[in-house]
T-cell receptor
């Protein structure tokens, strides 16, 4: 499979717990993005990496959120002390260059109870 | 701040009808525009990518046009089928800022 892979597909967690999501981009794509999508809305930008460098973080990304991309390969998104408002679909996308557009993964659906 | 609007929010048509989905954006200095399809509970599938220098792109039954000066794009789906039922999202990318700004989508139902 040469697409963008995300794991897990679904995560149900209790409020206050920490969760971590993983994204494996297309191997030759040096740019990796995280977006969050709530029901009935379009995805909203969270952060992006060029290789291992995190170049921008949205104001949506509170201090409870952290993202890493060690060695410029896969990326993880961690949410600490989850809140019910964190319930959403978390989407990862990768790109080899803006002119080629983006490829999205299937997303991780987070439900905080 | 780039605002992207998609009208209508929902659309229901009988099978065989042509679909016309609209997308408007406030900042015309876009780098490119991409149309995506999203099935319920799933990720996004890229349909068409239009560079700012292009006026349209076609793939099979799909055709997307871009008018940068008026801040509009239209996605046409010819001879709709029940399998076309999904949410269609448009997204624009600005200049060196590689972030995508998305509309809220148009949810399409094609009735058999």
């Amino acid at each position: 499979d040469t697409g963008v892979s995300q794991d897990p597909r679904h995560k149900i967690t209790k409020r206050g717990q920490n969760v971590t999501f993983r994204c494996d981009p297309i191997s030759e794509h040096n740019r990796l993005y995280w977006y969050r999508q709530t029901l009935g809305q379009g995805p909203e930008f969270l952060t992006y990496f060029q290789n291992e460098a995190q170049l921008e973080k949205s104001r949506l990304l509170s201090d409870r959120f952290s993202a890493e991309r060690p060695k410029g390969s896969f990326s993880t998104l961690e949410i600490q002390r989850t809140e019910q408002g964190d319930s959403a679909m978390y989407l990862c996308a990768s790109s080899v260059g803006q002119i080629y557009g983006y490829t999205f993964g299937s997303g991780t659906r987070l439900t905080v109870v | 701040k780039q605002e992207v609007t998609q009208i209508p929010a929902a659309l229901s048509v009988p099978e065989g009808e042509n679909l016309v989905l609209n997308c408007s954006f406030t900042d015309s200095a876009i780098y490119n525009l991409q149309w995506f399809r999203q099935d319920p509970g799933k990720g996004l599938t890229s349909l068409l990518l239009i560079q700012s220098s292009q006026r349209e792109q076609t793939s099979g039954r799909l055709n997307a046009s871009l008018d940068k000066s008026s801040g509009r794009s239209t996605l046409y789906i010819a001879a709709s089928q029940p399998g076309d039922s999904a949410t269609y999202l448009c997204a624009v990318s600005l200049g060196v800022d590689y972030k995508l700004s998305f509309g809220a989508g148009t949810t399409v139902t094609v009735r058999a």
